[in-house]
Structure formats: structure tokens, C-alpha cells
Nanobody
Framework: VQLEESGGGVVRTGESLTLSCVSN????????MGWFRQAPGKSREFLGA??????????ADSDSIKGRFTVSRDKAEDKIYLQMNNLEPEDTAVYLC??????????????WGQGTQVTVSS
């Protein structure tokens, strides 16, 4: 399974951006698909995921993205989206998508995209 993100760029504070992640294989047959981000000097942060059935899961501990970020999918195209509204400079990061496998123990992430850069200027 290969994943490729797109849609990143430079935006201003308060603007919106939608990222896409397309799979060249049957990512949803492998599990859910999710979004992460990694800012310079910080650890990778889980944002949200969406399953084959459309059920979404978000980072319950992240007040910073609550209500601003939405994960959706186009199952036929094997593609997911991350809609980001009211962006802030703190959202500047590389955004990555991954296949998410839920089971016994913590989730596993066997496949990753290369990431797309999002820069929010003040």
C-alpha cells in the first residue's frame, strides 16, 4: 500500500485548507486511514482517523484542533481528506496520512505517506 498526500501550502491565519491522501492500493481493506502532523522539534501527533464504514475518531486530548479539523473519505477513490478551518501559526507542520490498524493493544501504523507541508503565517 502506498499513500500520497497533497494540498499543503502557505496560508494566512484564519484561512482554511483541505488536504487529500490517496492510496494506490486497498488501504481501507487494511484498516482505517488517519491523519497525523509533525512540527519541527515536536513528536508526531495523531489528529484523526476514519474507518471503512465512515466512523471517525479524533484526538480526544487535543483542544487545539477540536471543532476545526474534520476527517472525511471517498471510499470509491480510496482517498481521505483533512478539512482544516481557522488555521493558526501553531498548525504549521508536515501533515501525513497513514493506515491505522486497530486491535489488541495500541493502534499500529504500517503504511505512511511522505507528508505535505502546511505553513500558516501570522
Amino acid at each position: 500500500v502506498q499513500l500520497e498526500e497533497s494540498g499543503g501550502g502557505v496560508v494566512r491565519t484564519g484561512e482554511s485548507l483541505t488536504l487529500s491522501c490517496v492510496s494506490n492500493g486497498r488501504a481501507f481493506n487494511s484498516g482505517a486511514m488517519g491523519w497525523f502532523r509533525q512540527a519541527p522539534g515536536k513528536s508526531r501527533e495523531f489528529l484523526g482517523a476514519i474507518s471503512w464504514s465512515g466512523r471517525t475518531t479524533y484526538d480526544a486530548d487535543s483542544d487545539s484542533i477540536k471543532g476545526r479539523f474534520t476527517v472525511s473519505r471517498d471510499k470509491a477513490e480510496d482517498k481521505i481528506y483533512l478539512q482544516m478551518n481557522n488555521l493558526e501559526p501553531e498548525d504549521t507542520a508536515v501533515y501525513l496520512c497513514a493506515v491505522v490498524l486497530y486491535g489488541v493493544g495500541p493502534p499500529k501504523y504500517p503504511y505512511w505517506g511522505q507528508g505535505t507541508q502546511v505553513t500558516v503565517s501570522s
